[in-house]
Nanobody
Framework: QVQLVESGGGLVQAGDSLRLSCAAS????????MGWFRQAPGKEREIVAT???????YYSEFAKGRFTISRDNAKKTVYLQMNSLKPDDTAIYYC?????????????WGQGTQVTVSS
């Protein structure tokens, strides 16, 4: 069983930065593909970024150039550095783990952390 706990969200102004953290417990973290997702009120959940065990990275278009995903396997933690935040970034941000055998769907999800960006 894998448990994921996000932290680092908050209320910021447009142009500010936040670093989200997702701490994992249980399982073998280094084997997991980790992802960040977000969901704004009234909208569907969307992918933000993913990072594989080999450190290959995917960013959604809105995240390119502004967000950076990284992982620290020793700490079993994945991070999302968010710069130049915009009001459209306001959402609950979730981390998720895709455990072996890897697939399109993620197997474990955190409870989320709220990010609110004021204009």
């Amino acid at each position: 069983q894998v448990q994921l706990v996000e932290s680092g969200g908050g209320l910021v102004q447009a142009g500010d930065s936040l670093r989200l953290s997702c701490a994992a417990s249980g399982g073998t973290f280094s084997f997991y593909t980790m992802g960040w997702f977000r969901q704004a009120p009234g909208k569907e959940r969307e992918i933000v970024a993913t990072i594989r065990r080999d450190l290959s990275i995917y960013y959604s278009e809105f995240a390119k150039g502004r967000f950076t995903i990284s992982r620290d396997n020793a700490k079993k933690t994945v991070y999302l550095q968010m710069n130049s935040l915009k009001p459209d970034d306001t959402a609950i941000y979730y981390c998720a783990a895709d455990v072996p055998p890897w697939g399109r769907e993620y197997d474990y999800w955190g409870q989320g952390t709220q990010v609110t960006v004021s204009s």
